[in-house]
C-alpha cells in the first residue's frame, strides 16, 4: 500500500517562496507527480519526477530523493493566483496514489 | 482546458437511484482513470482502463462498474446510490508510453 502525507496548510506572501514537502513510503515506486487543485476544479498537472534531483519549470521547482521517500515542490515569486491545493502522488504499478493536498494561502 | 471531456457537470439523485458518467479522453490517449474526491476521502483511484481493457482496480466498490468503449469513450456507472456516495467523480487520460495523465472538469454527483 502507499502512505503519503505532506502538510495540511501553509501561509506565505506574495512575492515570497513557499517549500512543501511530501514524504511517501510505497511498495513500489514509479515516479512521483505534483498537481495544482483550485476548489471545485481539475488537479492541474505540475511535475513529474522519478530520477533523484531537483526539476526546474519557470517558477515551480520539484525535487526527489528516492533513497529517502521525500519530495518538495517548491513555488516561487508567490502570485494570488496561486492560492491553491497542491497534491503529490506518487505512481505505483499503474495505478496513482494522492495525498491529502497542502492548502497554500498567499497573503497579499 | 486539458483536452479531456466530462458529462454531465452536476447530478442530482435520489438513495437508491442508478446513475452513469461519461468521459471522452484527450485525442491519441489510450488510457483512462475514474477517480472520486469527497471532503473526507481526498482523491481516491477507482479504475483504469487502456485501449478498451481494464489495467487497474482501485478502491471500487462492487455496486459501481466502468467500461471503455471502442471509440475510447468511457462510462462509470454507480448504481444502488447511497449518501455517502456524494462527491466529486473525475476522469482523466494518459498518452501510449505516458505517464502524466490529465484530468477532465468532473462530475459533481449529490445523493439525496
Known amino acids: 500500500g502507499q502512505n503519503i502525507d505532506q502538510p495540511t496548510e501553509m501561509t506565505a506572501t506574495e512575492g515570497a517562496i513557499v517549500q512543501i514537502n511530501c514524504t511517501y513510503q510505497?511498495?513500489?515506486?514509479?515516479?512521483l507527480f505534483w498537481y495544482q487543485q483550485h476548489a471545485g476544479e481539475a488537479p492541474t498537472f505540475l511535475s513529474y519526477?522519478?530520477?533523484?534531483g531537483l526539476e526546474e519549470k519557470g517558477r515551480f521547482s520539484s525535487f526527489l530523493s528516492r533513497s529517502k521517500g521525500y519530495s518538495y515542490l517548491l513555488l516561487k515569486e508567490l502570485q494570488m493566483k496561486d492560492s491553491a491545493s497542491y497534491l503529490c502522488?506518487?505512481?505505483?504499478?499503474?495505478?496513482?496514489?494522492f495525498g491529502a493536498g497542502t492548502t497554500v494561502t498567499v497573503r497579499a | 482546458d486539458s483536452g479531456v471531456t466530462q458529462t454531465p457537470k452536476h447530478l442530482i439523485t435520489a438513495t437508491g437511484q442508478r446513475v452513469t458518467l461519461r468521459c471522452s479522453p484527450r485525442?491519441?490517449?489510450?488510457?483512462v482513470y475514474w477517480y472520486q474526491q469527497s471532503l473526507d476521502q481526498g482523491l481516491q483511484f477507482l479504475i483504469q482502463?487502456?485501449?478498451?481493457?481494464?489495467?487497474a482496480k482501485g478502491n471500487i466498490l462492487e455496486r459501481f462498474s466502468a467500461q471503455q468503449f471502442p471509440d475510447l469513450h468511457s462510462e462509470l456507472n454507480l448504481s444502488s446510490l447511497e449518501l455517502g456516495d456524494s462527491a466529486l467523480y473525475f476522469c482523466?487520460?494518459?498518452?501510449?508510453?505516458?505517464?502524466?495523465?490529465?484530468f477532465g472538469p468532473g462530475t459533481r454527483l449529490t445523493v439525496l
Open positions: 482523466a487520460s494518459s498518452a501510449p508510453y505516458s505517464d502524466t495523465q490529465y
Open positions: 502522488a506518487v505512481r505505483s504499478d499503474y495505478k496513482l496514489s
Open positions: 485525442s491519441g490517449d489510450l488510457s
Open positions: 510505497t511498495s513500489g515506486f514509479n515516479g
Open positions: 519526477n522519478v530520477l533523484d
Open positions: 482502463y487502456y485501449n478498451g481493457e481494464e489495467r
